[in-house]
């Protein structure tokens, strides 16, 4: 069951672009999060791992402050690793993934990352289409 909840998406959208903005405006780099994790190197791994860490930390936290069950996903581990590995092969065929494109590209009126993000959406669509009403 899902509900509408402008005002939590309005909160996480705002949250999600300062987070973005402080990257780009403190570090100079693109809050891609596909980027992030795949450019880990010895020499430059400290932002990185600290980024990806406190994500990983207000999710988590989130979940610790909202009073509601954790998700459980009802597909099978198979599918949801076969989904992860298209989702991976296609954030490098597209040169970035939501984040990037989505968040940061349009935000900069990137029409490459315009492009980018009308051919996720379409795929989403065309994916969920397909798997809910033909399989």
Sequence with gaps: MTSFTPLSGLLGGMLIGLAAALLLW?????????????????????WRV???????????????LLDKPVPVPDSSPLLLISAGLLVGFGTRLGNGCTSGH??????????RSLVAVMVFMATAMWTVFVVR???
């Design 102 to 111: 989505g968040v940061c590209g349009l935000a900069r009126f990137s029409v």
């Design 26 to 46: 403190g570090n100079g780099r693109v809050a891609g999060i596909s980027g992030i994790l795949g450019g880990i190197r010895p020499d430059d791994a400290l």
């Design 50 to 64: 600290a980024f990806l860490l406190a994500m990983s930390a207000g999710g988590m936290t989130m979940l610790g």
């Design 133 to 135: 009403h033909l399989v």
